[in-house]
């Protein structure tokens, strides 16, 4: 992570505007404030990326108040293009410009930066056209900065940073629910536990529709998942780690519908509004 934050530091010179990457389902906890205070005074689009599993409205309302560059959109979804290239072009408008005036003609540049997994390489083939930036659906697979040509714009993606430090570890263990962070570091079964309480919190339905929860302790809800897919070992005894899996598997893949982990007041105090 210390390699992708000097890469960044290295390029932003070159670079007209900034894009940082965040997952609609959390902002605050994909949002690594160290790019933000590497930037300084350039100018900062944020993308909420991944809108089709979250309720962004919310979350854009309270970041336009705050005076931030914002926009939602699904880089899976080629209509998303269209907007994310006009915010982008509105970023740099000005400079544009004088640009003109000058006589000056070159393609305006942006620097795409965020946590892993939520998007960048994505939202890059999505404006490219084409697969142009590699992409997975897991952590760490962009491992090196790479130039794309997208029309009248150069994308500069970066390997994924993580935040400098995890002492919020309710939004710590977020990170870990949307696959920011690789599953084989992670004590899963601890993870799975609570994500099942917080999914209880913000939307038991979904969790009754899919697996017939009612409610209970985390391992009672897991239980449950086990019963709901079969997890169920030689004897009777469940199968708790295909359950972990499939759980997080199912969250990631949006089967629990659009959810917001993330409040406003965590958005406050990341400085996100």
Same mark, same amino acid.
């Given at each position: 992570?210390?390699?992708?934050?000097?890469?960044?530091?290295? +390029?932003?010179?070159?670079?007209?505007?900034?894009?940082?990457?965040?997952?609609?389902?959390?902002?605050?906890?994909?949002?690594?404030?160290?790019?933000?205070?590497?930037?300084?005074?350039?100018?900062?689009?944020?993308?909420?990326?991944?809108?089709?599993?979250?309720?962004?409205?919310?979350?854009?309302?309270?970041?336009? #108040?705050?005076?931030? +560059?914002?926009?939602?959109?699904?880089?899976?979804?080629?209509?998303?293009?269209?907007?994310?290239?006009?915010?982008?072009?509105?970023?740099?408008?000005?400079?544009?410009?004088? =640009?003109?005036?000058?006589?000056?003609?070159?393609?305006?540049?942006?620097?795409?930066?965020?946590?892993?997994?939520?998007?960048?390489?994505?939202?890059? =083939?999505?404006?490219?056209?084409?697969?142009?930036? /590699?992409?997975?659906?897991?952590?760490?697979?962009?491992?090196?900065?790479?130039?794309?040509?997208?029309?009248?714009? #150069?994308?500069?993606?970066?390997?994924? /940073?993580?935040?400098?430090?995890?002492? +919020?570890?309710?939004?710590?263990?977020?990170?870990?629910?949307?696959?920011?962070? +690789?599953?084989?570091?992670?004590?899963?079964?601890?993870?799975?536990?609570?994500?099942?309480?917080?999914?209880?919190?913000?939307?038991?339905?979904?969790?009754?529709?899919?697996?017939?929860?009612?409610?209970?302790?985390?391992?009672?809800?897991?239980?449950?998942?086990?019963?709901?897919?079969?997890?169920?070992?030689?004897?009777?005894?469940?199968?708790?780690?295909?359950?972990?899996?499939?759980?997080?598997?199912?969250?990631?893949?949006?089967?629990?519908?659009?959810?917001?982990?993330?409040?406003?007041?965590?958005?406050?105090?990341?400085?996100?509004?």
């Amino acid at each position: 992570m210390a390699k992708a934050m000097r890469v960044m530091g290295e +390029n932003l010179n070159l670079c007209d505007g900034v894009v940082i990457v965040l997952d609609a389902r959390c902002p605050a906890a994909s949002y690594n404030r160290g790019i933000a205070d590497m930037v300084g005074a350039k100018s900062v689009l944020y993308v909420l990326n991944k809108a089709d599993l979250s309720q962004t409205e919310g979350y854009l309302s309270a970041m336009k #108040e705050g005076e931030k +560059n914002a926009v939602a959109v699904n880089g899976t979804d080629p209509r998303a293009a269209r907007p994310l290239l006009q915010a982008m072009e509105s970023l740099v408008k000005d400079r544009l410009e004088n =640009n003109q005036k000058k006589g000056t003609v070159r393609p305006m540049r942006f620097l795409v930066a965020g946590v892993p997994n939520t998007g960048k390489s994505t939202l890059i =083939n999505l404006l490219a056209g084409g697969k142009k930036a /590699t992409t997975g659906d897991k952590a760490g697979v962009t491992r090196a900065k790479q130039w794309v040509k997208c029309g009248s714009f #150069e994308l500069l993606d970066t390997p994924g /940073t993580m935040p400098p430090s995890c002492e +919020n570890q309710v939004l710590a263990r977020r990170l870990a629910y949307v696959g920011s962070i +690789n599953d084989d570091i992670l004590a899963l079964d601890e993870i799975a536990l609570m994500l099942l309480e917080e999914l209880w919190e913000i939307s038991p339905q979904a969790l009754n529709d899919r697996y017939g929860i009612e409610g209970g302790t985390g391992l009672e809800m897991l239980e449950k998942v086990c019963i709901r897919r079969g997890f169920l070992l030689r004897g009777g005894d469940f199968d708790y780690e295909r359950g972990e899996r499939a759980l997080l598997d199912d969250f990631r893949k949006g089967k629990f519908g659009r959810i917001r982990l993330d409040t406003l007041d965590d958005l406050k105090a990341v400085g996100l509004i």
